[in-house]
């Protein structure tokens, strides 16, 4: 089933457009990625489709519920995740929770369970009576999570959900989606500036300006770019890079630690492999690796931006 | 029925959930009860008309028995309080001049040698006119004082001529005052100040505690649960209609008590007309709410409507006297109605019908502020 469809959505705030005749669906059971620039659009899609925004435009619904005609019903089916922590810091783990179920949950005892539930799912059984001020950041957004589950939703909108979290924190956020989305079969629409995330998604769609400007698997996404990045690293890099740059057929350069990622133009790798390595070592840099390597998201991510 | 519950339950638990964060809220709790006790006591002594006890000063040339009694005589009312016994012009310039003295009796060397020749006596009596309230008070009591003197002076000479008991005055004014025959101020400030309270606690405490929730980032998260927006609305504000209530009784109680000023109206009616302007408060304070982006644009928003508000009221200044476009505005202001509501209850003792013109405006009010702020605020965030 559908558990997302976006069509033809537009919103602006005054002169500038957030949302530009945006198109998109999720699946149920499927983890979709939004990424794209700051100022894309992503958290504006978000807000529309859980009706925080009325949009200017185009439709929404969820699992065929539309949401600007039945915002209740359709909202009964979403769990969301803002990107700014947005639960009461003087209320207890417990008591937030506790808040969001009686708000959702219209039977007053059936918060108890359910509570326990998500807090043990989440791992934050042991801090249910610290206020939630007193949690730290990543604490904090696997108590969002715990929130925006405590209702059984069947959509899951997390926006932005791992900004500021330490790594060891992220990977255990992601291990909590994915039990998520196996176990109870939601749909997960999130976005993240993480490329490293992105990959995890089942489908990822680029935004840019309000518009959807590539949507596919990673692998398919990633696979725009196949056979036009080679890796090179040499010295001395100050000149490796000028050189790279201004070398024909290379489109773009970007520093990795040690490395540079080059992107060439559609099918002059073949051709860039065998004249670079000369053309550095006639300006006195000595190439220690190049070779063609696989397109990652970020490259991708990179070129979308800059054409 | 089934619907009622569910609803009921989704508005305790906004109710339940506000308690506790005003609770863990401790300095706000205690300002939002000491608050309206200070206010009470700062305007019960300060906010008061009662000119008493002018600190004056005597030049006294004659040092005459005659020239004593005319001193007694002002000593006998308590306006004024002759701290300062002078001997020289200069003297009483420089206590006027630096305020230790607000009034200065003067009385000339001759004044008890005139009454004696049956003459007329000159006295004189300077006022610092630089407060309007206390020399305009000062002025009545000097002149009434004095004169009262000169019409006692000229019956004893008339009796000692063999006139007496012969001599009334053509015309006697007898003047009677009703509902507060001691013209006490506090009778009728403390009641006002009950309106005031009510207006001053809802309007802050309502439009700061909606805009909280955005200005938090918390409405993003409520706006995805399917809690209504009245069952919002009602909820956020029931907490503080308790609070305001409570105010209320504070002022009540300490009023009668410590300022003893008599309720002399109907207690029940009183509660019930507070409830209904607590309605057209809380609708100002919605509309705000619905306005402001943080707290402190809420609080400067109350503060800019509160201020004009309470002058336009008729709770420091008389509307009587007021110019007619400010007059007219007025009647704009809900607590204009609402003053006049509870002095009368609780001054004159009225019923319902001698305050039913306000009663309807006041209703009239509340319903369209309510109606205005209900339509503005929705459950969104843009």
């Known amino acids: ?307 | 029925m089934k619907v009622v519950s569910m609803i009921n339950s989704r508005l305790r638990s906004i109710i339940y959930k506000e308690f506790i964060q005003i609770i863990r809220d401790p300095r706000t709790l205690v300002i939002m009860f000491i608050m309206p006790i200070l206010m009470l006591f700062l305007l019960g002594y300060a906010a008061t008309n009662d000119v008493r006890n002018i600190p004056a000063a005597i030049f006294d040339q004659d040092r005459s028995v005659a020239a004593r009694e005319l001193i007694d005589a002002y000593r006998a009312a308590d306006y004024f309080r002759f701290d300062f016994d002078v001997s020289s012009p200069e003297e009483l310039q420089w206590l006027i001049d630096s305020g230790q003295a607000r009034a200065g009796l003067i009385i000339p060397p001759d004044y008890g040698q005139r009454l004696a020749r049956h003459e007329q006596a000159q006295v004189a009596f300077i006022l610092d006119g630089s407060d309007p309230t206390i020399a305009a008070t000062a002025l009545s009591a000097a002149t009434l004082i004095g004169q009262a003197k000169a019409t006692a002076v000229l019956r004893a000479t008339l009796e000692t001529r063999g006139q007496g008991g012969s001599i009334e005055a053509p015309v006697e004014v007898r003047t009677q005052v009703w509902y507060n025959p001691d013209l006490v101020s506090a009778y009728f400030m403390i009641p006002a100040l009950i309106g005031t309270i009510l207006q001053y606690m809802a309007v802050l405490l309502t439009s700061t505690s909606i805009v909280r929730e955005r200005e938090r980032g918390t409405i993003e998260q409520l706006i995805i649960t399917p809690i209504r927006s009245w069952e919002l609305v009602v909820g956020k504000l029931t907490p503080y209609t308790l609070i305001a209530f409570f105010n209320l009784l504070e002022v009540l109680i300490i009023g009668t008590l410590w300022f003893k000023v008599p309720i002399t109206g109907d207690l029940g009616l009183l509660l019930v007309l507070s409830a209904l302007f607590l309605v057209s408060t809380l609708g100002i304070g919605l509309l705000i709410s619905t306005i402001a982006r943080t707290q402190f644009e809420a609080m400067l928003l109350a503060f800019l409507i509160q201020l004009p508000a309470i002058f336009l009221s008729g709770f420091f200044f008389p509307l009587a006297a007021m110019p007619p476009f400010l007059q007219a505005l007025s009647y704009l202001v809900p607590l204009r109605y609402f003053l006049i509501i509870v002095r009368s209850i609780v001054i004159k003792g009225v019923g319902l019908a001698a305050v039913f013109p306000e009663v309807i405006a006041l209703a009239i009010f509340g319903l369209l502020v309510m109606g205005i702020a209900a339509r503005r605020f929705h459950k969104r965030l843009d």
């Open chain 1, 1 to 307: 089933m559908t558990a997302i469809t976006v069509e033809n959505l537009h919103k602006s705030f005054g002169s500038s457009q957030a949302v530009a005749g945006l198109n998109l669906t999720v699946q149920e059971g499927e983890i979709y990625g939004l990424v794209g620039p700051d100022g894309a659009g992503k958290t504006t899609t978000m807000r529309l489709i859980c009706g925080g925004f009325q949009a200017d435009q185009g439709s929404v619904s969820i699992r065929g519920c539309d949401v600007a005609k039945y915002p209740e019903e359709a909202r009964a089916q979403i769990g969301y995740l803002a990107q700014r922590f947005s639960l009461y810091g003087d209320l207890t783990v417990m008591e937030n929770l506790r808040f969001f179920a009686e708000m959702h949950d219209r039977q007053t005892t059936a918060w108890k369970s359910r509570t326990q539930e998500v807090l043990a799912f989440v791992g934050l059984a042991e801090f249910a009576d610290r206020l939630a001020d007193h949690l730290s950041g990543g604490m904090k957004q696997k108590l969002g999570l715990a929130t925006a589950l405590v209702h059984r939703p069947r959509v899951l909108l997390l926006d932005e959900p791992t900004g500021g979290v330490d790594p060891v924190t992220r990977q255990d956020f992601w291990q909590l989606i994915i039990r998520i989305v196996s176990q109870e079969g939601v749909a997960v629409l999130i976005s993240t500036p993480y490329m490293d995330e992105a990959a995890r998604c089942t489908r990822v769609g680029f935004i840019h300006r309000g518009r959807m400007i590539v949507e596919d698997t990673p692998g398919q996404v990633a696979a725009r770019l196949n056979g036009r990045i080679l890796e090179l690293a040499g010295e001395p890099r100050e000149a490796l890079r000028r050189v790279a740059t201004s070398a024909t057929d290379v489109e773009d350069v970007q520093v990795f630690g040690d490395r540079l990622h080059l992107r060439v133009k559609v099918g002059k790798a073949d051709r860039v492999l065998a004249q670079l390595p000369q053309t550095l070592q006639t300006q006195g840099v000595t190439v220690q690796r190049i070779r063609s390597i696989p397109a990652t998201l970020e490259d991708v991510f990179i070129e979308l931006l800059e054409s």
